[in-house]
């Protein structure tokens, strides 16, 4: 049977793009690696893409001279889940303390992992986790 190989894209969406695009970028000091009206996406780490959508804005298919991307959409108010480094913790939880964002949760993992949840400015739940979530990770 062919395998899966990762997770290549995970994507959210929001009302303001706009406004999400800058939380993202002034939190994870991200660079947009495309990005047009309807959507921004970032190079997280080797293989993996976080695409953020403008809500409502990929209805229609999106013909390329390469081929056409069949339409989706989305509700703001989805789930990602980023991966960090155990001895990032404290870092993370200043760097969201000195941005202003509230955090939700947080939670230590019966692994050893821990979470912390907050949201974005389009009401998305962020989680950042370190090693010890899954039995993969």
């Excluded at 660079?31 to 293989?47: E, K, N």
């Excluded at 980023?82 to 993992?109: K, M, N, Q």
Aim: aromatic share 12%; hydrophobic share 45%.
């Amino acid at each position: 049977m062919p395998r899966v190989a990762a997770v290549l894209e995970t994507c959210l969406y929001a009302q303001d793009l706009e406004r999400a695009a800058t939380f993202y970028e002034d939190l994870f000091g991200w660079t947009p690696i495309f990005s047009d009206a309807r959507l921004r996406a970032y190079g997280v780490a080797p293989a993996s893409v976080f695409l953020l959508f403008k809500s409502g804005g990929t209805r229609e298919d999106v013909v390329t001279p390469e081929g056409t991307i069949p339409a989706h959409d989305g509700i703001p108010g989805g789930h990602a889940a980023f991966a960090i480094a155990a001895e990032d913790w404290e870092a993370w939880l200043e760097r969201l303390a000195g941005r202003g964002i509230a955090v939700e949760s947080t939670v230590r993992w019966p692994r050893g992992g821990q979470s912390v949840y907050f949201r974005d400015p389009g009401g998305n739940l962020i989680e950042l986790a370190t090693p010890g979530l899954w039995a993969v990770y």
